[in-house]
């Protein structure tokens, strides 16, 4: 079992809707969680990083974090045609501490 | 500007040469990292550093060596051990244990053999 899972896409949304990104961890003492994005031939950054279980809002970004269910989404809603490339999700802070390890990514498209 | 400086951006090795790619933020920051990420794929985490003069190996160690001598620069190396080093090749950093744990990367090096 991979540690950070992600499906892998492409997930196409209509503008202007709303993009649902999930991924699930399998370290069940993980503490830290983010999601990146990714634009192809360029390096990764910083979109959201959670905590504590509940939603975090920043913009037309929502992260979700259930630590039960070891699942985090990300929603972006109002989806522009620029939210389009690949979001990856990473976690630290687990069994092997201060290690952040990233998902395989999901790609994502928004059409005009 | 604060910030994470990767060079070269693009770097052609030929069979059995070794090479170094540089990694130095003025950020700060405790942790760096090293990540090999291939078409279409994910990234996979090659060596990390909480803290100077220490390192640890990550899921694909094998045929690369860093070293961590001053806080600010963490530099790899690909031996000729590495059999497919053809790859781009991430450096990230953040404040490590005990602050906020975001990674920040630098814009990457693009490693092909020739």
């Known amino acids: 079992q991979k540690e950070v899972e992600q499906n892998s896409g492409p997930l196409s949304v209509p503008e202007g809707a709303i993009a649902s990104l999930n991924c699930t961890y399998s370290d069940r003492v993980s503490q830290s969680f983010f999601w990146y994005r990714q634009y192809s031939g360029k390096s990764p950054e910083l979109i959201m990083s959670i905590y504590s279980n509940g939603d975090k809002e920043d913009g037309r970004f929502t992260a979700q974090l259930n630590k039960a269910s070891q699942y985090v989404s990300l929603l972006i809603r109002d989806s522009q045609p620029s939210d389009s490339a690949t979001y990856l999700c990473a976690t630290e802070g687990g069994s092997s501490a201060s290690k952040i390890i990233f998902g395989s990514g999901t790609r994502l498209s928004i059409r005009p | 500007d604060g910030g994470i400086t990767q060079s070269p951006k693009y770097l052609f090795r030929k069979e059995g040469q070794n090479v170094t790619l540089s990694c130095e933020q003025n950020?700060?920051?405790?942790?760096m990292y090293w990540y090999r990420q291939d078409p279409g794929q994910g990234l996979r985490l090659i060596y990390y550093?909480?803290?100077?003069?220490?390192?640890q190996k990550g899921d694909i160690a094998e045929g690369y060596s860093v070293s961590r001598e001053k806080k600010e620069s963490f530099p790899l190396t690909v031996t000729s051990a590495q059999k497919n080093p053809t790859a781009f090749y991430l450096c990230?950093?953040?404040?490590?244990?005990?602050?906020?744990?975001?990674?920040?990367f630098g814009q990457g090096t693009r490693l092909t053999v020739v």
């Open positions: 950020l700060n920051h405790d942790a």
């Open positions: 990230a950093s953040s404040r490590g244990r005990g602050g906020n744990t975001e990674a920040f």
């Open positions: 550093s909480q803290i100077v003069n220490d390192f």
